[in-house]
């Protein structure tokens, strides 16, 4: 078995949108949890859901934002706090020896419903390309 080295940490969830703000949450017992009104209008028997408050459109631009929903771009931050906080060069980021662990609850249900709606409504070919990487369960490693 080889030993790892944990260099660099990125969080965003529901208590916090970077380590120092989950740490904190943590400690104070604070929960992510709310009544998701979203739900609530859908008629959800369950209407409590746990989101990040981090403004996801915001802190990327356009063309990152092409191929992805919220849950993958939170991701892809908290990927970039870990690379920020490792202190490692580009070269050890891109290295066969550095590896991530990365995870989120699933693929963008949003991105899901709207691609079977378009392809039911208007044929698959109106779907296009960018659909996706938001729907797949893979999303977290497609970032």
């Given at each position: ?29 604070k929960?992510?949890i ?33 191929f ?76």
């Amino acid at each position: 078995m080889r030993r790892v080295v944990v260099t660099g940490m990125g969080i965003v969830s529901s208590i916090g949108n970077n380590t120092q703000e989950v740490t904190a949450s943590l400690r104070e017992a604070k929960s992510g949890i709310t009544k998701n009104d979203v739900y609530a209008e859908m008629g959800f028997r369950s209407q409590i859901s746990g989101a990040p408050s981090l403004d996801w459109e915001e802190a990327l631009d356009r063309k990152q934002r092409r191929f992805m929903e919220a849950g993958s771009a939170w991701n892809y931050i908290a990927m970039e706090q870990a690379i920020r906080d490792s202190g490692l060069e580009e070269t050890e980021v891109s290295n066969v020896r550095t590896g991530i662990i990365m995870d989120s609850g699933g693929p963008s249900t949003k991105a899901i419903v709207w691609a079977a709606d378009t392809a039911r409504e208007r044929g698959p070919k109106k779907v296009g390309p960018f659909v996706v990487p938001k729907a797949m369960g893979s999303t977290a490693s497609a970032t």
